[in-house]
């Protein structure tokens, strides 16, 4: 063993933090130990109330009986199956249970173990589905300013957060961005989708136009950024996109990674916004976040088009060691049970009209600028210090959790997720917490 381990069992050093101040957070650390329903509880015991579902991801909320006894059990019975040319019963049932609440003609499901491999395997199974069908030429990829994808190197292409793209090098080539869709100045203080820029979808036109729509393989937005700062979409907008994917034949991929499992009221966004598309990306919300699982759902258009050639041939030469694996399978059905027989989503849209006035009562409140909401989601966006962006959200952060409040902080955006149960007294609490915050913050 190495001998400074025996000597500082708790060093913070090793462990370099994803995301993270590193050197903030060492300096005072803030630490989970334990965690109930709506709550988390510090390493001084203390009791945190969860306005973020963890990472946008624990939509029922912690340490629910059902999810942890169905994990208990599967790494007894089936600790691991082969992922590749073996199989086992719970990976099959929970794709077919998975299907029973996509938008229709969403058929087939792909797995993976986080969002960012979703995207990557939405990403090829769009340009292989072009290749396989003879349509080799469609290579390029479509993003937008301000999208988030995920961290591996499709994601980040097609991804428009210029602060994770811009340390790593040329990324995919082929890959161009339509605009994004924020507008405080015309859809200041929005509930739901925005009033203005629908025209924007014809952005879209425009570089297919520049490129010609026979070279575009798909177009991947998320129907609600999320980590960007929850920017919703105007009205009409991700039908309009959706209608000029199909005159071009482009596929249309929704990343819904956040949007999906009740976080807006229905089970996907493409169920709120009335859009079906192509290839849907699901993680998070999929196991409650507990195990680390994805899933990419495509059309059986898509499927179809892999299966021919010799039957004994690998159809699509990509999957994971532990795509399915048996343990995030159980605690996916577990978790899908517990959002039916709980009513999750129906609460979560009963709620988004509670949501929505509760978070906009913030306006007016010291230092803030704008406030969107959708489903159960918020943001209220802060005026940044000057000379110091990022500061004044990041301060309003540390207190809120001192406070007992935990909330998740984009650029001077303030994101705000709960657990699909918290009730309309801890909604209360959200806000008058962080009523309080601001008003003292600098
Ligand atoms: C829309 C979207 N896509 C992809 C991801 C990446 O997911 P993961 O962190 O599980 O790789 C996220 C994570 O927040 C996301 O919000």
Known sequence: MNEQARIVPNNLEAFWMPFSANRQFKQAPRMFVGAKDMHYVTADGRRVLDGTAGLWCVNAG??????????QRQAAELDYAPAFQMGHPKAFELASRLTTIAPEGL???????SGSESVETALKIALAYHRAKGDGARFRLIGRERGYHGVNFGGISVGGIVGNRKMFGTLLT????????????????????????????????????LHDPSTIAAVIVEPVAGSTGVLPPPKGYLKRLREICDQHGILL????????????GTAFAADYF??????????????????????????????????????????FAHGYT?????????????????????????????????????????????????????GLIGAIELESMAGAP??????????????????????DIIALSPPLMVSEAQIGEIVDTLKGILQGLE
């Open 62 to 71: 912690h340490c629910r009986p059902k999810i942890t006894e169905a994990i």
């Open 107 to 113: 058929d087939h499901v792909f797995f993976t173990n």
């Open 174 to 209: 082929g890959v161009d961005h339509m605009r994004h869709t924020h507008d405080p100045e015309r859809n200041g203080y929005s509930k739901g989708a925005t009033e203005h820029g629908v025209e924007l979808a014809e952005d879209l036109v425009r570089i297919a136009a």
């Open 253 to 264: 991929i929704f990343d819904e990674v956040i949007t999906g499992y009740g976080r807006m």
């Open 274 to 315: 009335g859009v079906t598309p192509d290839i849907m990306i699901t993680a998070k919300g999929l196991t409650n976040g507990v195990i680390p699982m994805g899933a990419v759902f495509a059309s059986a258009k898509i499927y179809d088009a892999f299966m021919t050639g010799p039957e004994h041939l690998i159809e």
């Open 322 to 374: 532990y795509s399915g694996n048996p343990i995030a399978a159980a605690a996916g059905l577990a978790t899908l049970e517990t959002y039916l027989e709980e009513g999750l989503f129906e609460r979560a849209k009963a709620l988004e009209p509670v949501w929505a006035d509760a978070i906009h009562s913030l306006k007016g409140t010291r230092h803030v600028t704008d406030i969107r909401t959708i």
């Open 390 to 411: 990022t500061k004044r959200a990041f301060s309003a952060f540390v207190k809120a959790f001192e406070e007992g409040l935990l909330i998740r902080t984009t650029g």
